[in-house]
């Protein structure tokens, strides 16, 4: 149990851009509709259909392009720490060492479990994060979900409690 790497799942990853063309096309439907065919014009409805669409165009490019990167790599466990590289959170704090975690506990937002890891001294890891996302990783500790991992949520848990019990 030196090292454990745990790459991304493409057929997660697969399901999120389906489900982001389906948002897409509604919301650039919905929008052609309220500017085109309804018979009264509401431009706030409309400029938000519009916006959300544009958004779920960012969300499609940025996803395709994820899906066809080299480095499949989504978590890295090992003696020195932790490396969550499945948000862009994880990806600025980078490496997480054992001894700097306080606590390993496991909680469910949005009826989505995940593992959080909570900080000894999280000050030591945020400097280059913006003031909201260093008080949000201060009072809940790091997120590490299984939403895109090759793994499910239980074995997840039980690699980084192990990992953390061995190693702090």
Request: charged share 15%; with cysteine; proline share 2%.
């Amino acid at each position: 149990m030196n090292e454990t790497i745990i790459e991304f799942d493409s057929k997660k990853r697969l399901k999120l851009i389906v489900f982001g063309i389906v948002f897409t096309v509604a919301t650039l439907t919905f929008a052609y509709y309220i500017f085109f065919v309804a018979q009264r014009i509401n431009i706030t409805f409309g400029t938000l259909m519009f916006m959300m669409g544009c958004l779920g165009c960012y969300g499609l490019i940025s996803g395709t392009k994820s899906m066809f990167d080299k480095d499949r790599t989504g978590l890295i466990l090992n003696a020195d720490g932790i490396h969550f590289k499945g948000t862009p959170l994880g990806k600025a704090i980078g490496l997480i060492k054992w001894t700097a975690v306080q606590s390993v506990s496991e909680g469910v937002a949005h009826r989505a479990p995940f593992v959080s890891v909570k900080l000894q001294n999280p000050e030591d890891h945020i400097q280059n994060l913006s003031s909201q996302l260093q008080q949000f990783v201060i009072s809940n500790g790091i997120a590490v979900t299984a939403d895109q991992l090759s793994v499910d949520f239980n074995e997840l848990k039980n690699l980084i409690a192990d990992y953390h019990q061995r190693y702090r």
